[in-house]
């Protein structure tokens, strides 16, 4: 489960519109599903991250749920720090960002209230 530069970088081609909460067999990622149902509550902060921590646990310990644990606030604290500190996307970033959440299905996280401009664009804004 690779995206963007990532996957150009060790050339596998993607398909970005699959990427939202499916896992494929071939990505040879053991508990692959479970980290994924854990790693979309973690950054919904929703009703099912009791039940999605619980099924991440009985898949790989309770050590590899706290390590995934740790990796989900990292990325979520970067984008924490970014917007208390008044980084923002270059303007000419937000439509390719607008485009690459719709296509990913990104646009459904809270974290899209922090892109006002992006959130436009996503609801039809200009």
């Given amino acids: 489960m690779l995206l963007s530069l990532s996957s150009s970088a060790v050339e596998v081609d993607i398909d970005l519109n699959s990427v939202q909460g499916t896992v494929s067999s071939s990505d040879g990622i053991p ?3 479970e980290l994924l149902n854990f790693t979309d509550s973690v950054h919904r902060l929703d009703s099912t991250l009791p039940s999605t921590r619980a099924d991440l646990v009985e898949a790989v310990g309770e050590e590899g749920m706290i390590d995934a644990a ?4 990292v990325f979520r604290s970067l984008n924490i720090t970014a917007d208390s500190s008044g980084i923002r996307i270059d303007d000419d970033w937000e439509s ?3 485009g690459f959440a719709m296509q990913t299905g990104a646009q459904t996280y809270r974290t ?6 992006v959130k436009s664009i996503i609801n039809g804004g200009a």
Avoid at 112 to 117: A, I
């Fill in 31 to 33: 508990s692959a599903q």
């Fill in 70 to 73: 740790v990796i989900s606030s």
């Fill in 96 to 98: 390719a960002a607008a």
């Fill in 112 to 117: 899209l209230e922090n892109s006002p401009k």
